[in-house]
């Protein structure tokens, strides 16, 4: 009579091995994360402790920051944070403008504004808080384009 032998369990090794690009995406993934936060929360403070800790050079931050694809992934996040934060800002921007302030006033019509533009337009407020980043950049519109806007409302946007 043969004995058979036990099977025996294979365990599945864990391997803590670093592959190939996965240092490099944990740091990039920090300082991105780092970026994002703002300046008076962020721990390490500056950028050469930061550098320190996830013990990368200084040149190689600066380097991979000014990518685009990285720049492009940081406005994302940046972007997602503020639209998180959207309803409380606003809210204190109606009560601000309840107060009288001025400059709250015109910027909650300038908001107002905005929004019935876009249901004019789409007959929706889907989307109102997408930003397409590829666009995101400071522009001057002239002052005859708000004035219409202005005229319906009977405000004057432009600061006195």
């Known amino acids: 009579m043969s004995q058979e032998k036990p099977e025996e369990k294979k365990e599945e090794k864990k391997t803590d091995m670093i592959t190939p690009g996965s240092v490099e995406k944990s740091w990039i993934e920090e300082a991105m994360q780092w970026l994002a936060t703002p300046k008076d929360k962020r721990y390490p403070a500056t950028v050469v402790d930061l550098c320190e ?80 980043i590829s666009k995101v950049a400071p522009t001057d519109k002239p002052k005859e384009e708000n004035k219409d806007a202005s005229d319906k409302l009977g405000t004057d946007t432009q600061a006195k």
Do not use: C
């Open 53 to 132: 800790k996830m013990g990368v050079q200084r040149s190689t931050f600066y380097w991979e920051i000014e990518k685009p694809e990285f720049q492009q992934r940081l406005l994302k996040r940046m972007l997602s944070g503020v639209k998180d934060s959207a309803p409380e800002v606003l809210d204190k921007l109606v009560q601000n403008a309840k107060e009288g302030e001025t400059k709250a006033i015109e910027l909650y019509m300038k908001y107002v504004l905005e929004i019935a533009e876009k249901v004019e337009h789409s007959g929706s407020l889907s989307g109102l808080f997408e930003v397409n």
